[in-house]
């Protein structure tokens, strides 16, 4: 039983026929003729991925992954030392480790916010960043739901905050994209980063950054190669990499179609039903830490847990050897536990069956 859509997701059925469909293609002439439809398939796509996020298609950019898009912002971000980058210490690498390598090179400072677990309130995390923010601030990089603990950040908020102060707002989507219904435009922030292999159930190497059409023009490219010039309209600008896998563009469609026949709010339905129902059982069970917010408000999709007289690493490997229930695990420090992320292709039985084992492990 496969719980671990937070890592990777198994692309949908579209997704991986069309694929080998353009490779076929794409292999068996690969001639500039043959390949200069890719060029509309790109443009098509960035209008879908715009209008998921509703926002602008000149405000998107086709990425590899949700590293890579934080990265862009990262390096692509003018900062001088004295200056501050706000950050959380349960921010993925990409948007946590990333800063500090620059700033360790350029001498800006990257103050780190401890993360109280499960969170006390959308309020105290709100007033956290706020607090943290001095005229030295130039950006907040967050992660709408936390890898971690499932921790949902009120991204909203922290963008005005960062509006008001005249700060970059860097959001981290990996776990957000495709099982959440994101509004950009309503959410306020300066730029977003997202994978398609997770929650999407999209094709790897495939990923979306957005950038604010205001602040497109601050960002300096990552990479500059053959077909880059000042003139390319928008975020454009920020995914020219040299040669791509134009195949996986017309995958990264596929996954997009596929979840838009769906639709997003149905999908986030099914997933914070299953997500809750996981969580309210958890909780129940003598000797295991809840350690995501119940609070639809406060999470999302990503479940953690820890059971209290096992070793994490003894429960993770007993899930899977005798339950055959694959997720992911924290060995240690505050977010130690077991991670759990059913999507929309897990059931009732399987959060049931997943309940049982943890109960197993805690008696």
Known sequence: MYL???????????V???HAEYMRDFQANPSFQNRAKYEAMRERLRGKIGAMLRVSADEIAITR???????????????????????????????????????????FIVKT???RVPAASRDELISQIEKAVTPSTKVIA???????????????????????????MHLDG?????????????????????SAHKWLMGPLEAGVLYVRSERVPQIWPSIVTAGWTDHLKGARKLEVYGQRDDPRIVALESAIDFISLIGVRTIESRMRFLAT???????????????????ADLSGGVVKCDVNRVPTKDAYDT??????????????GDSQGLRFSPHIYNSRDDVAQAVAAIKSLAS
Not at 148 to 163: D, K
Not at 183 to 194: K, M, Q, T
């Open 16 to 18: 991986l026929d069309r």
């Open 4 to 14: 671990n859509a937070a890592n990777v997701c198994p692309a949908s059925r579209p």
């Open 65 to 107: 992954n949700t590293s890579e898009g934080t990265n862009i912002i990262v390096k692509g971000v003018d900062l001088k030392p004295g200056d501050e980058v706000l950050i959380t210490d349960h921010n993925h690498p990409s948007n946590n480790d990333s800063w500090k390598v620059r700033a360790q090179r350029e001498g």
């Open 142 to 168: 967050v992660t709408h739901v936390t890898s971690t603990t499932g921790i949902m950040y009120p991204a909203r908020e922290i963008a005005e905050i960062a509006r008001r102060r005249g700060v970059w």
């Open 277 to 295: 129902s996981m969580k309210e059982q958890f909780s129940q069970i003598g000797g295991v830490k809840l350690k995501t917010n119940i609070e």
């Open 319 to 332: 899930l899977w050897s005798k339950h055959r229930i694959a997720i992911a695990m924290t060995p240690s």
């Open 174 to 194: 990996a776990q957000s994209f495709g099982c959440l219904d994101v509004n950009l435009r309503e959410i306020g922030c300066d730029s977003y980063s997202a």
């Open 113 to 115: 916010l401890p993360v």
